[in-house]
């Protein structure tokens, strides 16, 4: 049977418009949104619509390596998207000016745009449901948190996440993948899921995604500039955030406000709530082509 090519652009239009989406949510409370900068000096919206732009044939291989894919070991999968994430990340850093916008996204997305080719792959059905391309990742992804995060005695220079598993024993965005992106399958794919059935207004829903993803999120872009007590900071705040109504209510709507303000003088980004905001995104729209 042909390869779907067709498919693989659909999957990279839902990876690239996950992306557009995340960032263009406003206001985001220390991260860059159609208001402001956030908490990075470096970078701005403008920034972002370059960078996402450029990955459209990142997202399209991948999904185009799943389609192919022939093995029995899934775990085949990952060396051989790869060389197309640093790809990615050429491109990226090529069109941002060396700035570091998206490479915790390339591999998520991509790992996800892999996972949904086999999915297609292996079923022919376009309708698809997240569990099973969440236990496709989850395959994809086995044992990577042992093999690139465990045995770090004998290296000396750590990576930014394998500095924070070191010290705090997080697992970021590694950890995340392998299991099947459990935060956003139990926390924020439920809460999007739900608001997206009596509210079309794609802006809010997804602030209010948001705030429920930094109260349980262990952020590393938080972890990394400030360390624990922050984290439990940003957690609480969002809480205080979402108990007042979140972006729904007057009272709520201040407040995220408020929390945007006191981030940027902070210097406080959830940065790693944001991408998983991008994955919600992607595996809410792949669920409902």
């Keep these: 049977m042909p390869i779907n090519l067709e498919f693989c652009e659909h999957i990279s239009e839902i990876a690239i418009e996950s992306m557009l989406l995340e960032v263009s949510a406003t206001p985001k409370p220390g991260l860059v949104d159609r208001n402001n900068s956030g908490s990075h000096k470096d970078m701005d919206f403008c920034t972002f619509m370059k960078s996402s732009a450029s990955q459209i044939h990142t997202f399209y291989k991948c999904a185009l390596e799943g389609l192919k894919f022939e093995g029995k070991d899934k775990k085949e999968l990952l060396k051989l998207i790869r060389p197309i994430g640093i790809e990615g990340e050429n491109k990226m850093f090529k069109a941002t000016g060396g700035i570091n916008t998206h490479k915790g996204l390339i591999f998520s997305l991509g790992i996800i745009a892999v996972a949904v080719g086999v999915q ?3 079923t ?10 969440c236990h496709q990742v989850t395959e994809i992804t086995e044992g990577i948190v042992s093999r690139e995060l465990e045995d770090l005695n004998n290296k000396t ?10 010290k705090y024993g997080v697992k970021g965005i590694r950890g995340e993948a392998e299991s099947g992106f459990l935060t956003v399958r139990n926390h924020s794919l439920p809460v999007l899921q739900e608001l997206m059935k009596n509210n079309d207004n794609i802006n809010d829903n997804l602030v209010q995604v948001l705030l429920h ?11 990394g500039r400030h360390g624990i007590e922050q984290l439990e900071f940003v957690k609480s705040s969002a809480k205080k ?23 940027i003088q902070k210097n406080i980004s959830p940065g790693g709530s944001a991408d998983l905001l991008a994955v919600t995104l992607m595996l809410y729209s792949l669920e409902n082509l």
Excluded: C, H, P, W
């Excluded at 022919?124 to 391309?133: A, G, L």
């Design 213 to 223: 993803l930094m109260t349980v999120t262990e952020d590393i872009n938080i972890l």
């Design 241 to 263: 955030a979402l108990s007042l109504g979140g972006i729904f209510t007057e009272k709520g709507r201040k407040k995220i406000f408020e929390l945007d303000n006191e981030f």
């Design 157 to 166: 220079a750590l990576t930014y996440g394998e500095e924070l598993y070191k």
């Design 120 to 122: 297609y792959k292996e």
């Design 124 to 133: 022919r059905q376009q309708n698809m449901d997240v569990n099973d391309i």
